[in-house]
């Protein structure tokens, strides 16, 4: 299996998400389901628990169910095709960057430990980040879905 990254280029500017991943001779792909930090006493149809700690803890402790969920499924880090960030407002300079919510330095921490490739000064996958109002639990600040291949 190959995955080729392609650079996300502005002028001669590299944008810290890939325009697109091509994917060659894979068995297949895993699409997980949105990742939150919610607490281990979480119960979604009682509405009881919730979230673990603030924006920097549950970008953590998402980013490390991806990559438990990724290796649970036959695949891991090194495969991952595409992730859309769900962040929460408020967004004070109007967008969904300018969230204390949207941690990019979170998630490049833990990629420069565990798959080094994908942090956004290297050759990140593609994304999209997303503000919204809500997410399914009040105290959450951010939902991430991810893509990967099943190497062969």
């Not at 792909?29 to 920097?56: E, R």
């Not at 769900?86 to 204390?100: C, I, R």
């Amino acid at each position: 299996m190959e995955l080729v990254t392609h650079k996300k280029m502005k002028g001669d500017r590299h944008m810290p998400w890939g325009k697109g991943t091509v994917v060659t001779g894979a068995r297949g792909y895993v699409f997980l389901a949105g990742n939150t930090g919610t607490a281990q006493n979480y119960d979604p149809s009682s509405g009881k628990g919730g979230a673990v700690g603030d924006a920097a803890t549950q970008w953590r402790s998402i980013l490390t169910n991806i990559k438990s969920d990724l290796e649970e499924l036959g695949t891991s880090l090194e495969h991952l095709i595409k992730i859309t960030q769900y962040v929460k407002g408020p967004f004070p300079n109007g967008g969904a960057l300018s969230s204390p919510n949207f941690r990019l330095d979170i998630m490049d921490e833990f990629f420069a430990e565990h798959c080094p490739k994908h942090c956004s000064y290297n050759n990140p996958p593609p994304s999209e980040v997303i503000g919204v109002a809500a997410l399914a639990h009040p105290d959450l600040v951010i939902e991430i879905v991810a893509v990967a291949a099943l190497p062969d």
